[in-house]
């Protein structure tokens, strides 16, 4: 096997095979990848069930970083996305765009780490596509996923079913991702034990449902962190949402970064976090679910939903540690750069 990519292993000829079989085969190929078929074909859901389905393009630089690499982003950035809808993801595709150049072991070991995440999330990589481009031309790898999952009879999540009332959660602490990705791309150094939240929450919104029920929407919050992503819930359900600054979890390398740099931690990337909105005779029933799971042990309740005035639309707010109130607007431009 050639030790760094070329341009022939996009040809489709002899070159491609190789790398198809040596390196994406050997790492994760099932039944249906391995019948080498343009399509997968695949068990239909039973009567009554229906599909979700999300795709993702992954573009983080840099490649590898504390707590994970670009590989485990893509499977849990996808697996994450269909099991926001209440779904169970059951397959993901994969699509590589690689660099001429690019380290073939570099490639394996993004391989292995999605196979692994795959595993950990119980889902399957079932076909997928390989793309060669010039030298410079290809930032090294870049990797888009697809998910198809099945919903239960009677599952309806989204943004448009909050209610005034509700109450919001959140499954961790936040910013991690973010400053972990910055502080690696920069060389800066806040702490030993910084490293990214990415990780596949499916069995922990599963186990959300079963104890909530009634559970209104889940939503993960990417780029524009959670004040994006409470911004587009009070636009979809048109409702006001209030958050209390000190519920909101923060580690404290993640704060004294954002306080150094100027950012807002309420607007830096999460990849392992999840927002979720709940009745509010369900959120503690809700809360010691997420808390029982591995990737929920420090949930918290952070805030709660209002009606929004008519005379000016909805807004989130930020309820502040000194008492006032301040409108928690969502992230204007990009603020952190290739972070998934």
């Known amino acids: 096997m050639d ?16 790398i198809i079989d040596e390196v994406f085969f050997a790492a994760y190929a099932g039944d ?26 992954f573009v983080v630089t840099p490649h590898f970083f504390p707590g994970g690499d670009i590989g485990r982003l893509a499977v849990c950035g996808t697996v994450n996305d269909v099991a926001t809808s209440g779904a169970r993801p059951l397959y993901l595709s994969c699509g590589f765009i690689l660099e001429e150049g690019f380290s073939v072991d570099d490639l394996r070991r993004i391989c292995a780490s999605m196979a692994e995440s795959a595993r950990e999330a119980g889902v399957r990589l079932v076909t997928g596509d390989t793309k060669v481009v010039n030298r410079g031309h290809g930032d090294g790898v870049y990797i888009n996923t697809s998910g198809v999952g099945v919903l239960a009879p009677g599952v309806n999540l989204g943004g448009a079913q909050i209610r005034p009332g509700d109450k919001v959660l959140v499954t961790g602490t936040l910013g991690d991702h973010g400053i972990t990705i910055m502080s690696c791309r920069e060389g800066l150094s806040f702490s030993a034990d910084l490293e990214s939240d990415a990780a596949p929450l499916n069995h922990l919104i599963a186990e959300v449902l079963a104890a909530a029920p009634d559970a209104r929407c889940f939503r993960d919050p990417t780029r524009g962190g959670l004040a994006s992503t409470l911004n587009e819930l009070a636009a979809q359900s048109n409702t006001d949402i209030t958050v209390e600054e000190d519920a909101v979890p923060v580690k404290p390398a993640v704060r004294g970064a954002c306080d150094m740099l100027g950012y807002d931690v309420l607007q830096v990337a999460n990849e392992g976090k999840m927002v979720c909105v709940v009745p509010a005779d369900q959120a503690e029933a809700a809360l010691a679910a997420m808390r029982a799971n591995r990737y929920g042990a420090e949930a918290a309740l952070i805030g709660e939903v209002a009606a929004a005035r008519p005379d000016r639309g909805p807004k989130v707010f930020l309820r502040t540690a000194f008492g006032g109130t301040r409108i928690l607007d969502m992230l204007v431009g990009e603020q952190l750069p290739r972070i998934c």
């Open 3 to 18: 030790s760094t990519v070329m341009l022939g292993h996009g040809s489709g000829g002899t070159m491609m095979k190789r």
């Open 32 to 57: 249906e990848l391995l019948r080498g078929d343009d399509a997968a074909v695949l068990p239909a859901p039973a009567p009554g069930e229906r599909l979700a389905f999300s795709t993702d393009s």
